[in-house]
Every structure is written in C-alpha cells, then in structure tokens.
C-alpha cells in the first residue's frame, strides 16, 4: 500500500488497488469516490470500502471547492496518505463523521517495518519485520510492535467531549487514532493501552506531519 504514495489519482496502481478492496468487501458498490476538493488538498473517499486517500496539488495548482472527479487536473495531485477505518460494532461510539465509512475490509492489514529502530535514548529496539493489525489491535499492540510513538497527543477536555488519543511513528510513516471509552476522559494514557484503532493513516516515512 505505501507503493501508492507519491502517484497520481489516474495511477492504474491506484485503481488496481481500489478494485482489491472492493473485492474483498464483495460489493457491488461504484468503485467511482465522492471527492473533496480544497485549495490545498483533495480527499478521494470510498465510504463503503472504508479507506479514504489524500492527494495534494503540486505544480502551483490550486483546485476550487467543490470540484467533481472530471474537472480536477489529476497529473498535477500526488497522493499524500491514505486513511483506513475501523467502525465500531457500537455506533454510539463513533462520530457523524465516521459513521459515512464502513471498516476497511481486508485483515489483517500488513505493512512491513523497519527494525533498525531506537528508543528515545538512541539505544537499539529489537521489533518484527512487519506489522499485522486486526479490527481488534489495541494501542498496547502497536506499542508493542513499534515501541514508544515518536508524537502523540488527544485525550484532553471533559471526559464527555475530550479528543480521542493519537500516536505516530515518523519514521514508519503510521499514525494511528484510537476510539472507544479508553481513548478520552481521565487517565487516559493508563487506559489508552486497551483502546482499540479507528482510523490508520499510512504517509510518507520521515514526512514532516505538523
């Protein structure tokens, strides 16, 4: 899936990839994405695949709101990250927003990693070849296979109306969000380590993401 990084919306990868999932899900959904143009980014999102990608405009291009598929200038997008969803069987925990999305399909979902990595003390950590993340991965599992994330933040604010609690790892070019009561409110950090994932953003590794 990183390979993907990098292409334009017209990519056959692209579309080859789409049509993987699509088939994974076995639906007979349109393979067409409801984009979402801005200035300075175009989301291309599959709500009943449950992955959306992020493409930015290079070459001076400035897309208008509001612009459908036909009228983008495709060769002037690079696709930037891509967002996979993880829909909680409890609606009631989840937002407006992501309830449009359905969970990503394919599991486990598997990215490979580097284990050439260090802690924040420049000592080596031993960590698997790869990372393999179910619909049910908790925070303490990515912790596991990736160690200490490299930003993290969220789960601030009123237990009733906190942010839910993220973690990135640059280097590896994965960010994740985490949903579900463990992911806000009081002590959150304690109780984050039983949150499940709900959204995983994939992105250029080392990419600067402020």
Do not use: H
């Amino acid at each position: 899936m990183q390979d993907l990084l990098g292409l334009n919306p017209s990519s056959i990868a692209i579309s080859q990839y789409i049509e993987t999932v699509a088939e994974a899900k076995k639906t007979s959904s349109s393979r067409t994405p409801e984009v979402k143009s801005y200035s300075d980014a175009v989301y291309f999102n599959y709500y009943p695949l449950g992955i959306s990608l992020l493409f930015i405009p290079q070459n001076g291009y400035k897309p208008k709101t509001g612009l459908k598929l036909n009228e983008l200038r495709q060769d002037d997008l690079i696709l930037d990250s891509i967002d996979l969803y993880n829909v909680p069987t409890d609606k009631s925990k989840t937002s407006r927003s992501e309830l449009t999305f359905t969970t990503f399909p394919i599991s486990p979902v598997v990215f490979p990693i580097t284990n050439q990595a260090k802690d924040k003390d420049e000592k080596p950590i031993e960590r698997p070849s790869q990372l393999e993340i179910m619909p049910e991965t908790t925070g303490k599992e990515f912790v596991q296979a990736l160690g200490e994330p490299d930003r993290k933040g969220g789960g601030t604010g009123p237990s009733s109306g906190s942010i839910d609690i993220w973690c990135e790892w640059t280097k590896d070019g994965i960010m994740v969000e985490f949903g579900g009561s463990q992911a806000k409110g009081p002590n959150v950090w304690e109780t984050g380590k039983d949150a499940v994932w709900k959204v995983v953003t994939l992105f250029r590794p080392g990419a600067n993401r402020e």
